[in-house]
C-alpha cells in the first residue's frame, strides 16, 4: 500500500509563493505517475498538474499554466507542486495522489492512493 503525504501548506498574500510537497512510500516511486489536485469549497476536487513517472511529461490545467511548476525527485520518493503568482481563487484542499498509469492525466479514477490533503489559503 501507498501513502503520500502532503506537506508546505499555508496562508499566503496574492501574488506569493508556496512550494507543495508530497512524500509517497510504499511502492516503487518511479513505477507511476503522480498528481496534484485541489477541492475547494462546494466544488468538485480537480486535477492541477500531473507528471510522468520519468518526470519527462507533465500537464497542467489552464488555471495554473504559467504559475504552477510540477516535478518529481524519483531519489527522494517525493513531488513537487511550486505555486507562484497565486491568487484568492486557488485557496483549496491540496491532495497529491498515485497514478495507475505512466502518463500523466486529470482523469481522477486513474488515480489510486490519495494523501490527507494541505491546506492553502490565498488572501486578498
Known amino acids: 500500500q501507498v501513502q503520500p503525504v502532503e506537506s508546505g501548506g499555508g496562508l499566503v498574500q496574492a501574488g506569493g509563493s508556496l512550494r507543495l510537497s508530497c512524500a509517497a512510500s510504499g511502492r516503487t516511486f518511479s513505477s507511476y505517475a503522480m498528481g496534484w489536485f485541489r477541492q475547494a469549497p462546494g466544488k468538485q476536487r480537480e486535477c492541477v498538474a500531473a507528471?510522468?513517472?520519468?518526470?519527462?511529461?507533465?500537464y497542467y490545467a489552464d488555471s495554473v499554466k504559467g504559475r504552477f511548476t510540477i516535478s518529481r525527485d524519483n531519489a527522494k520518493n517525493t513531488v513537487y507542486l511550486q505555486m507562484n503568482s497565486l491568487k484568492p481563487e486557488d485557496t483549496a484542499i491540496y491532495y497529491c495522489?498515485?497514478?495507475?498509469?505512466?502518463?500523466?492525466?486529470?482523469?481522477?479514477?486513474?488515480?489510486?492512493?490519495w494523501g490527507q490533503g494541505t491546506q492553502v489559503t490565498v488572501s486578498s
Open positions: 495522489a498515485t497514478s495507475r498509469s505512466a502518463w500523466p492525466t486529470a482523469v481522477i479514477n486513474v488515480y489510486d492512493y
Open positions: 507528471i510522468s513517472l520519468s518526470g519527462g511529461t507533465t
